[in-house]
């Protein structure tokens, strides 16, 4: 390949950066506000209704938030990509915004498992009944503090075992008016020794190494009650 063409293709590719960077700025405003010059919001505006019209309609706030700290995930992962190629492979970041980040977009799962309970009434029931709820790899916590605000019957139990998130998830927990209702533990998934507790389990799959995977199917179905979901 010529220089010519790599820097046709890296111009390509550029556009969809940029269109993904303004759709991420129009959310930004939205949730925080104009500023005192209308022309950026304005030029902002023209490039969501290119990428496609009414993208935005009807949405409510805080699946707004939700899509921007997931657009803030994608540039702080690059980001981290393109700063460290040569970090190991993994999950091992610390840097607090991309951690709260990826902690928003994990709330998304909550919504996901309601839009499943509303096809599968026995979840449906589930959720209602008091029971708990195990989060594997609760990170920052948004997750764990999602499903005690959307399922007030579970008690909720996250576990994690990378401190860095779990000093934040401390803290995101202590101002969410949901403590008494959430654990946070300082544990690896294949060091669970919880028996017939859960009445549900979510386990992020991409998150778990592969050699572990096993172990950790394991040791959630000797945590699950009867009849539990994971």
Same mark, same amino acid.
């Given at each position: 390949?010529?220089? @010519? +063409?790599?820097?046709?293709?890296?111009?390509?590719?550029? $556009? %969809?950066?940029?269109? !993904? /960077? =303004?759709?991420?700025?129009? &959310?930004?405003?939205?949730?925080?506000?104009?500023?005192?010059?209308?022309?950026?919001?304005?030029?902002?505006?023209?490039?969501?209704?290119?990428?496609?019209?009414?993208?935005?309609?009807?949405?409510?706030?805080?699946?707004?938030?939700?899509?921007?700290?997931?657009?803030?995930?994608?540039?702080?992962?690059?980001?981290?990509?393109?700063?460290?190629?040569?970090?190991?492979?993994?999950?091992?970041?610390?840097?607090?915004?991309?951690? @709260? +980040?990826?902690?928003?977009?994990?709330?998304?799962?909550? $919504? %996901?498992?309601?839009? !499943? /309970? =509303?096809?599968?009434?026995? &979840?449906?029931?589930?959720?209602?009944?008091?029971?708990?709820?195990?989060?594997?790899?609760?990170?920052?916590?948004?997750?764990?503090?999602?499903?005690?605000?959307?399922?007030?019957?579970?008690?909720?139990?996250?576990?994690?075992?990378?401190?860095?998130?779990?000093?934040?998830?401390?803290?995101?927990?202590?101002?969410?008016?949901?403590?008494?209702?959430?654990?946070?533990?300082?544990?690896?998934?294949?060091?669970?020794?919880?028996?017939?507790?859960?009445?549900?389990?979510?386990?992020?799959?991409?998150?778990?190494?592969?050699? !572990?995977? =096993?172990?950790?199917?394991?040791?959630?179905?000797?945590?699950?009650?009867?009849?539990?979901?994971?």
């Amino acid at each position: 390949m010529s220089f @010519e +063409s790599l820097m046709n293709k890296c111009q390509e590719l550029n $556009r %969809s950066v940029e269109a !993904l /960077a =303004a759709l991420g700025a129009e &959310l930004r405003l939205r949730q925080n506000g104009l500023g005192s010059d209308s022309r950026v919001p304005s030029l902002l505006q023209d490039v969501v209704h290119c990428i496609e019209p009414g993208l935005l309609d009807g949405l409510e706030p805080s699946q707004e938030l939700a899509v921007l700290a997931l657009i803030q995930a994608f540039f702080s992962q690059a980001n981290d990509l393109l700063e460290n190629p040569g970090r190991d492979p993994g999950w091992s970041c610390e840097d607090p915004v991309i951690l @709260e +980040s990826q902690g928003q977009v994990s709330r998304l799962i909550v $919504r %996901s498992i309601d839009t !499943l /309970a =509303a096809k599968r009434p026995a &979840l449906g029931t589930t959720l209602q009944q008091p029971g708990a709820f195990l989060d594997v790899g609760t990170g920052v916590g948004w997750l764990a503090i999602e499903a005690a605000r959307s399922w007030p019957a579970l008690r909720i139990v996250g576990i994690d075992s990378w401190e860095a998130a779990l000093t934040l998830a401390r803290k995101n927990l202590a101002q969410s008016g949901v403590s008494e209702r959430v654990e946070l533990r300082s544990q690896r998934v294949e060091q669970l020794d919880d028996e017939k507790i859960f009445t549900l389990a979510w386990l992020p799959g991409p998150f778990i190494a592969v050699e !572990l995977m =096993a172990l950790a199917l394991e040791r959630i179905y000797r945590a699950l009650a009867p009849a539990g979901w994971s």
